[in-house]
């Protein structure tokens, strides 16, 4: 029995699903160790691809887990899937759109023929233009080189872009500075250490209506033309990246540094496009084409690799094993180095904000667990503060460990203490500790993966997002859900609206808090009165 994604069996009702249950059912007083060391000889627990390593051999797997979970992909329909997103199918189909971001990072030749022109076109903009910030030719309206950049988006708009330039920046570009949160303290701690004269403002937001973005925008505008009397020079200091042209028209912007993208791009998956401009801007053109390069190898890898080799997919499945038939209610990801500090809050929205679903692609209730939380902290930190948890805590979960194998930085005795702090963790979580004592019993058998990177470079970067991207288009295709809509955020931002008129405007205010629910309508009766007696 095959699900081809257009009805038939939901998920649990797979033969794969079945035998899988009694599976988890035959594995659950054997510790990982043992599933470990039966697995040594397969070689689907080591895969190595595009300068990752990636280590499934603390998985609670062994040979005839693996080998199903292989048949539950088949018997899901991801082969007919994968062609469909590739081909540039509506997969999207409660947008009714096509999931085409993997295009972005193709080589021409290998593009849809549909989207070839259009992508080569913004990307070689977009490129020229990072080249003329980087190199000085484009300036400020008093002729001063660009120092500074402000780079305004939230979400999709923000995290991808801040992770790669945190990870691999600022180059011999000019310092980018993220503002994403509508909270005005970033822009209060950030302005006074800026000189207009030297600071470019782009504004990245698919949409060009989501508030935080928009006020932040706004924000910048004013600055700009208080500390410098200059309206007419916004055209010089501003840029956005949007799909909506419309509303850059409306804000004023000059269409020459207006970069577009398309409907095709869902926000989480935009690196790849212009919203990776601050990417551009650290790494010059070399390197944002290398950081394309690599995430096209884990594409390529995907589309040809076999499934019990193949990196995405194995990730997938090893998650799908442990979401669904060992209990986890986690995804710890644990970066062993600084540049990787952001990757959780990336992967947050990626994996959270795909998955997070209740319904299948027909609408129809899921009766099985869907993403789980994802959430995760940077380096040894963590052992000193959550890992207890995870050693001795009665939650199961299950964890990524990340590292690079190559420092960059010469203290090569601390970079050992870090490799060595992250293998120990994992061998912890693998073998725990049998003790008569009680308190020191740590039970061990946790899965978790570990990723090596040779070196953190452009190339090993985008394979790694890549990797993660295609990891959760396989998880929702076994899951049936569409994994590249996001209604349920619209809720938070549509209630916003009443509650902040209520909050601004004080003759609305009774009526609006009256139409508030009983514990949000005390909340602005706090706030209203704790404002009244401050003042
Ligand atoms: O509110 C969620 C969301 O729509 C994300 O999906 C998106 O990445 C983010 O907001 C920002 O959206 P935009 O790029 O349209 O400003």
Redesign the pocket.
Known sequence: MTNTQSGGARPSELPAWQELAQLAASIADVPSIELTKQRHTNPASTIDVAGLHIDFSKQRINDSIATTLVLLAQQSGLADAIDAQFRGDHINNSENRAVLHSALRAPKNKRPASVADSIENEQQRLLEFAESVRSTQLRGFTGKAFTDVVHI?????HLGPELVYRALGPGDGPSVHFVANVDGAALAELLPKLDPERTLVTI???????AE?KANADSMRSWFIERTGRPDAIASHFCAVSTNLDAIDEFGLDRNRVFTMWDWVG??YSVWSSVGLPIALALGREGFLSFLNGAHAMDDHFCHADWSENAPVQMALSSIWNTNFLGATSLAVLPYDRRLALLPDFLQQLDM?SNGKRVHRDGSDVTINTATVLWGGEETNGQHAFHQQLHQGTQSFSADFLAVIEPDHPRQEHHNALLANCLAQSQAMLLGRETDEAHRRVPGSRATTTILLAALTPYTMGALLALYEQKVFCQGVIWQINSFD?WG?ELG?QLAEPILAALVDDSSKTNTGDAQDPSTQALLAQIEQKRNHHE
Do not use: D, N
Not at 153 to 157: E, H, K, N, P, Q
Not at 204 to 210: G, P, Y
């Open positions: 988006g939230i979400g999709g708009s990245v937001s698919k949409s060009f209506t989501t973005t926000g989480r904000e996001q955020v931002k």
